[in-house]
């Protein structure tokens, strides 16, 4: 395989940067131990990087889902190089943004009841995207990204049913979106970090999450990812 260099000029007016970047410290170490990807280069200085959590995107298109097919081949050496493994060629400042999340409170106190209010039962469910830009004005994603945690455990008559009514007050510092914020964009006051959890739990709690996102969709991301590095087969040939 021949060695690459950091950027290779395909015509007069096009260059492709052989990198990926992002200003998320925990994204950059769960995507390389998830997904066959070359390290990434942490964007420190953040001021003249655009927030791509705040730019607005309209609803992804359900008719453009990827179509998830699982060929076995014969001979994995025969494959692709991006079916190896990626480059990740010409993405800057990959950037998760949480879309929705939600305990589903009627769902937790409903499953209760069915089990006699003996059980407390807990869920959190999370939709988001993957959005990076490739030059200075073409955004791109990866959507219809989902995961969920549960947690249950026996209780009393009618303990469990309240516990699991009072649980999604007391954890709202458990949403993903305040895993993001608290870890990497915020450090969290002294009063908020002894009512809730330290800047240090909560970035072990986002990183537990980002790898349960990135697994439960394994092969959506693979397949767009895949994609990508397609168009880019004028130069980077396997």
């Given at each position: 395989m021949p060695e690459l260099s950091s950027e290779a000029k395909?015509?007069?007016n096009k260059t492709i940067s052989i990198r990926w970047t992002t200003t998320d410290p925990i994204l950059a170490k769960v995507f390389p131990e998830v997904f066959p990807v070359p390290p990434a280069v942490l964007i420190e200085d953040q001021e003249n990087i655009a927030d791509l959590s705040s730019v607005p995107l309209p609803p992804p298109d359900p008719n453009q889902s990827p179509k998830i097919s699982k060929p076995t081949p014969l001979?994995?050496?025969?494959l692709p190089r991006w079916d190896r493994g990626f480059e990740l060629t010409n993405i800057d400042n990959l950037t998760l943004v949480i879309r929705n999340e939600s305990q589903r409170p009627f769902?937790?106190?409903?499953i209760s009841l069915l089990a006699l209010t003996m059980v407390y039962y807990g869920t959190m469910e999370?939709?988001?995207?993957?959005v990076w830009t490739s030059g200075e004005t073409n955004?791109?994603?990866i959507s219809f990204l989902s995961t969920y945690e549960t947690i249950w455990a026996p209780m009393p008559f009618y303990i469990g049913t309240g516990s699991s009514l009072v649980a999604p007050i007391f954890n709202v510092n458990r949403y993903p979106s305040n895993l993001q914020k608290f870890c990497i964009q915020e450090k969290p006051s002294k009063l908020r970090e002894s009512l809730e959890q330290?800047?240090?739990?909560n970035c072990k709690e986002y990183e537990t999450f980002l790898k349960r996102l990135f697994l439960h969709n394994y092969e959506t991301i693979h397949l767009q990812l895949t994609q990508w590095e397609k168009r880019n087969q004028d130069w980077f040939q396997p």
């Open positions: 395909l015509s007069k001979n994995p050496n025969e769902k937790s106190i409903g999370t939709e988001a995207e993957l955004l791109h994603r330290s800047q240090n739990e």
